[in-house]
């Protein structure tokens, strides 16, 4: 027999237990499968036959030694599952040790049977608590959700262990797995409700204060005066506590969460918690679960239902989202009606009733029936639509269907109540409805609204009487006992009329089955019939039965719910549930903050593997988005001054700039709105490579500029609308790096135009330093790099686009300084031109020596490169004093890949590897045109890629576009 | 937490069990059958049950209830949810759910629930760290193991577990490395008698396939990631990064997984790309009713609307129905008064419509309720919303990936009321 028999077996139910001997034997067996099907025989059966699976138990001590941290986790796991009281012990040293074991895997596995060995043997409590006050303090997330669970299983009440470890878990939150999440947030709603204030104080306490002053009796008056000045003092402003604050932060994001169990948690964290001002964020996550299957749809409205009572404006944005569909179940339905009504007010009960109005022509009749009772809801609570709803409902009254009828007529009967007055026609017409009407229900209520308002029905109450006199027996229970009330209180209004029948009827009753209905026959007969030995009462019997009564108040069955945990188990069943916790009130005044500190607050590094963002992702862009709007408005002033020559501008905006810039300060604005244009430009670049195979060049300049000025951010449409002629949808964040840089750009090249102004004339180029002639090139490579991270999917790290104020260029690193002992060699890309190669990069390369010594013969060696790269050393630097540095320039041939340049670094007494790895906005051959020949070269091309051309810079740089390849699949995926 | 699990079946037998703690007796699920029979409809049947010593928390999927023996407080979702991953696994591993796949591979399926729960709290939900463990069944695996004697259990032990990125299991390797994504966008609304929206909405998800070597580090982008109202992701998104840059990053899952699903801002008017005009009335007294229905595509963008499919359930007193569909097949079930019409694609030039009359019960009167038309259909390569994926790059890996995405729109509950 294999194993995999025997566990269809148990799967279905079966009795394999006479099985067990044979079976145990298996469980050292080298086969995996048939060893995992063996625990799970054995965990089964182990309980029924303690003696055999005793036999297993040294195979899993022996696991539990095992090197491999998995194999001691299944084994502990199996172990602890045997439920045979004889190896408690062994479990408790099994937990114990695996508490503290290396692996975190380890540690989780023992949190997981902490509650095994506590439903097993719940004397062993104390120490279990020992070994979870240890791994609470665990600082892995794997962990963190194990041991809360088994907190909450084995000791709910000891809220003192978790004080230190709360800020913790409230930061490793979002890394911990799903489940633990539900777990850990439902322990912390807990926990804050015990040691923060209320952040609704203030507001509960005006409350107070008003009830106090209606209630207030004199003896208690003075009382209140001393008490007055404590609550004044408790109102200063609430602050709240920062450790408050950090859970409210800290769950927030998990609102996002795929797994609608941790929303739930999230949401009744921030129902229980939150300022009122914050519980708002959840409605939009709550209502997204509505689009889940359908029991979680349940239990989502169900909770919504609760919340929507008390805040209800939470979720009036999203009323529309309660519709109800023909095809969602009942219970749906029904509860999404609770919602409504909930929901509606005085601006939004006309769209509601109507909404109402196709329900009732539903199918489903027991959602017909809540509908009406919905709409009868909604007529008590909101005065002005009571008598359109009513009239509404006396229409359904000539409904075909029966429940409907019935229904209509409780409703309505509630609804008279209010105002019987000037209704009696309605009554008039009901009391038709009785020879037609079946539902008990129904006929109980027209029964007691005759009686009720006979006075306004004078002539037909009686006969009434007289139909049910007749059918008395056969009528069921509630009707009977109405039957009675009538004729009771016909009697009393009207006994010329009524007296035989309602002796008749009370004979009837008098021998009823019931004893309910034989009592009440007794009681109202010697209450109404004058007798001699009749009391007191008889007197006012009139007033005992045609008092006047309260209209009754409708109100949801989800009313007060909230005093439950919402999203948990009791508060669904509203009632508590084994287990349950209760939710504690706010403390008076917080206590201590303090037990929450930890002496060394260490940040979790595994928190950070999640959340933080990856190296290479640090580009600039947020820096530079606070940069743009501190420039701003130095841009729309440029942009003001700049209109009138616009057009002039535009007609040949990248060559004829310089021209410009050439001809004096004043213009330099003016260049700086040309230069802007251009980027724009390049950035639409971007838009065309998405398969548009749109031709353009400077002569369709007009064009040329809507079409990029479309693509711009927002903010840059805003300004520009003046010229702006369409506006593209596809308004692209991406672009904002970009774009915000011009203004700076111009900014600076305006000062140092005004110094000088050779800076910007090609003709007298020279290699400048290249902190200041690297500027402008600077800035055009930024836009390239941004630009080339729409065309090519790089598999290297994109260079970081930072640009910083000073315009200096990005420093690598590399060799850094310990690892090169005292050495440290930091390297950019000049963006220069290489003079002995045209092909090559130029490497600018730092050397520092941070040594006491000096460092000799610095040079490179064993270059180690790709087919086809080539390297130019840089001359050998002989000496490098101590706390000198050293800039020298080599040149490397890429030859347009990515790949790295690998080689040797050394020095008189070392070598160190290193390599140059290229981003790819580096890769660029400067080139000198004139004028003329950018012109001329700009009409030739055509292709997305030329754009870049138009960048003018003293150093025109051409981009090899080898490497660059782009497709589209089905639809255009741009790479 | 979760006690034990039944398997009931749609005809009312238990098929499977299986307890995390001590054996609780199948007798407790006569409370479910009881509240199976008051239930109208299957799917009316409350999703919590209490008993006086248990809870039974349900779900209905592919007409198989799980059933989930609760003894103590626990939230309701927490297990909905989970039994949901559960039915999600089997689907995931056998393709389909049904009785019959679950029966035949009740070894795996035990396995598996061996796995994911340990004493009633969720341990292993990932389907990757599953696959590691536990092998899914193929017809080649099957044959291999039967001639073999070898099993469905992964010989090495699982990794993932242990790794800080759990949902991707370590030393994935391909030979085409792809990452294809699936944009699907469902339209939800009503629409009226006179052919006016009540309400509408877009519901998107972004389903992904990636099959990529090693640890690819991606990162996708949107054209307009403002349309995004309200979004929920799968844990690998790093969600810090989306609040500040409005970019999805993420190590993927190995597989098949949902990315992001979304929701489109309410304020943008839905385009709604078809429209129906309806005529359904009964006259008084007459034993027959007119039907007709004419579709027609609208606001699609210039794209064909396919795969409709339009169903209504008509009120109890039709008899039969008696139509002429212009195009596709209809058919019109007598018992349970489900008339369902298989159009196909609609051809702007020539709108489909149904035409017919139908009979009424003789004597019964006309039927005061109205029926609602449900529609569903598809329309390839066009996201309604205008959502546009911008870039996807990777990072990581040295390897150029294949990329593809496509845009879907579906109808989802699509009605409208006559």
Known sequence: ?975 | MIHSLFLVNASGDIFLEKHWKSVVSRSVCDYFFEALERATEPENVPPVIPTPHHYLINVLRHRIYFVAVIQSEVPPLFVIEFLHRVVDTFQDYFGVCTEAAIKDNVVVVYELLEEMLDNGFPLATESNILKELIKPPTILRTVVNTITGSTNVGEQLPTGQLSVVPWRRTGVKYTNNEAYFDVIEEIDAIIDKSGSTITAEIQGVIDACVKLTGMPDLTLSFMNPRLLDDVSFHPCVRFKRWEAERILSFIPPDGNFRLLSYHVSSQNLVAIPVYVKHNISFREGSSQGRFELTLGPKQTMGKAVESVLVSSQLPRGVLNANLNPSQGTYTFDPVTKLLSWDVGKINPQKLPSLKGSMSLQAGASKPDENPTINIQFKIQQLAISGLKVNRLDMYGEKYKPFKGIKYMTKAGKFQVRT
């Not at chain 1, 004080?163 to 439902?186: A, M, P, S, T």
């Not at chain 1, 075909?400 to 026609?425: C, G, N, T, W």
């Not at chain 1, 290249?770 to 090519?792: H, K, Q, R, W, Y």
Request: proline share 5%.
């Open chain 1, 1 to 975: 027999d294999s194993p995999k028999n025997k566990n269809s077996m148990i799967a279905r139910g079966k009795n394999a237990s006479d099985l067990f001997p044979a079976v145990v034997k298996n469980v050292a067996c080298k086969n995996i499968e048939v060893k995992k099907l063996v625990y799970v025989y054995l965990v089964r059966y182990a309980e029924e036959q303690q003696d055999l699976a005793l036999l297993s138990i040294s195979t899993f001590q022996r696991g539990l030694k095992d090197p491999n941290q998995l194999i001691r986790a299944s084994a502990l796991r199996v172990l602890s599952s045997i439920r045979v009281t004889i190896i408690v012990p062994i479990m408790m040293l099994a937990i114990k040790e695996a508490a503290s074991d290396m692996s975190p895997y380890v540690r989780k596995t023992a949190a997981h049977a902490i509650p095994k060995l506590h439903s097993l043997d719940p004397e062993q409590k104390d120490q279990l608590i020992e070994v979870i006050e240890k791994l609470l303090a665990d600082k892995t997330t794997l962990v963190a959700g194990s041991v809360v669970m088994a907190f909450e299983e084995v000791c709910p009440d000891r809220i003192d262990l978790i004080h230190k470890n709360y800020r913790k878990l409230c930061n490793l939150l979002i890394d911990v797995e799903e489940w633990g999440q539900v777990v850990i947030i439902n322990m912390l709603t807990r926990y804050a409700r015990t040691q923060f204030l209320n952040p609704n104080v203030n507001e509960s306490l005006l409350e107070e204060n008003s009830e106090k002053a209606f209630y207030a009796s004199d003896d208690e008056e003075e009382e209140d005066k001393k008490a007055e000045p404590a609550t004044l003092a408790k109102r200063k402003p609430y602050v709240m506590d920062p450790d408050h604050r950090l859970l409210l932060r800290n769950t927030k994001p998990l609102l996002q969460s795929r797994n609608a169990a941790v929303v739930m948690a999230v949401a009744q964290l921030y129902f229980h918690l939150a300022p009122k001002a914050e519980v708002g964020i959840i409605a939009k996550a709550l209502v997204r679960l509505m689009r889940s299957h359908s029991e979680v749809q349940y239990v989502v409205l169900q909770n919504v239902a609760t919340m929507s009572i008390k805040r209800r404006g939470m979720f009036e944005p999203y009323l529309k989202s309660f519709y109800i569909r023909s095809t969602d179940p009942t219970q749906i339905k029904v509860l999404k009606l609770e919602v409504l009504t909930n929901l509606a007010n005085e601006t939004n009960i006309s769209t509601i009733l109507r909404e109402f109005q196709t329900y009732i022509k539903s199918m489903d009749k027991d959602f017909v029936a809540a509908s009406i009772q919905a709409i009868g809801r909604c007529a008590t609570n909101i005065g002005e639509v009571r008598d359109t709803c009513l009239n509404g409902l006396v229409q359904l009254l000539s409904n075909r269907d029966e429940l409907v009828v019935a229904e209509s007529v409780v409703v309505i009967k509630k609804l008279l109540q209010m105002q019987p007055e000037q209704h009696s026609d309605i009554i008039k017409h009901m009391a038709k409805l009785i020879d037609n009407i079946q539902v008990p229900m129904a006929r109980a209520s027209i029964l007691w609204l005759i009686g009720e308002y006979c006075e306004h029905v004078p002539k037909i109450a009686p006969d009434v009487l007289r139909k049910m006199a007749k059918s008395f027996t056969n009528e069921e229970d509630i009707v009977k006992l109405q039957i009675i009330n009538l004729a009771a209180k016909l009697y009393l209004t009207n006994s010329k009329q009524s007296k035989l029948l309602t002796q008749y009827v009370l004979n009837l009753a008098k021998y009823d089955q019931n004893y309910d209905i034989r009592d009440r026959a007794r009681f109202i007969r010697q209450l109404i019939v004058p007798t001699d030995k009749s009391g007191a009462l008889s007197k006012y019997a009139k007033k005992l039965f045609l008092a006047l009564k309260p209209a009754p108040v409708l109100e949801s069955p989800f009313k007060d719910r909230d005093h439950f945990q919402l999203g948990s188990l009791s508060h669904l069943l509203n009632a508590k549930a084994a287990g349950y916790q209760e939710l504690p009130n706010w403390p008076e005044s917080a206590p201590d903050p303090s037990v929450r500190n930890v002496e060394v607050i260490t940040l979790l590094e595994r928190v950070t593997t999640l959340t933080s963002i990856p190296d290479w992702s640090k580009c600039s862009s947020r820096k530079d988005r606070k940069e743009k709007k501190v420039e701003k408005p130095f841009y729309s002033d440029s942009e003001g001054e700049s209109g009138p020559t616009e057009s002039a501008d535009s007609g040949n905006c990248g060559g004829g700039k310089e021209k410009k810039e050439e001809a004096g300060q004043d213009q330099s604005k003016e260049a700086s709105r040309g230069e802007c244009r251009e980027v724009e430009q390049s950035s639409s670049a971007e838009d065309r490579k998405r398969g548009r195979k749109a031709v353009k060049n400077q002569k369709s300049a007009s064009e040329s500029e809507s079409e990029s000025e479309s693509s711009e951010s927002e903010e840059e449409s805003e300004e520009e609308s003046e010229e702006e002629s369409e506006s593209d949808t596809n308004v692209r964040k991406k672009k904002t790096p970009v774009l915000k840089q011009p203004p700076k750009q111009s900014k600076k090249e305006s000062k140092k135009e005004t110094q000088e102004m050779s800076l910007l004339d090609l003709d007298d180029y020279e290699p400048a330093p290249a902190s200041a002639s690297v500027t402008p090139v600077n800035f055009l490579s930024s836009s390239l790099v941004s630009d080339l991270e729409g065309l090519s999917l790089t598999d290297t790290i994109l260079a970081p686009t930072t640009l910083a104020p000073s315009g200096s260029i990005k420093m690598y690193e590399l060799l850094h300084r310990i690892k090169g002992e005292g050495l440290a060699v930091e390297y950019c890309f000049s963006r220069q031109p290489f003079s002995p190669e045209p092909n090559m990069v130029a490497v600018q390369i730092q050397f520092t020596n941070n040594t006491n010594s000096e460092t000799k013969n610095l040079h490179i060696e064993d270059p180690r490169l790709q087919s086809g790269m080539r390297i130019r050393e840089f001359a050998e630097i002989d000496v490098l004093a101590a706390g000198e540095s050293v800039t020298v320039v080599m040149g490397i041939d890429f030859c347009d890949s990515t790949q790295a340049a690998n080689f040797q670094l050394c020095t008189h007494t070392r070598k160190f590897f290193v390599s140059i790895q290229p981003p790819v906005g580096e890769l660029m051959t400067p080139a000198f045109l004139t004028e003329n020949d950018f012109k001329k070269e700009q009409g030739e091309r055509t292709s997305a890629l030329s754009r870049f051309n138009t960048h003018s810079c003293p150093s025109d740089c051409s981009f090899s576009s080898k490497h660059l390849s782009f497709f589209s699949f089905y639809v255009a995926v741009s790479l």
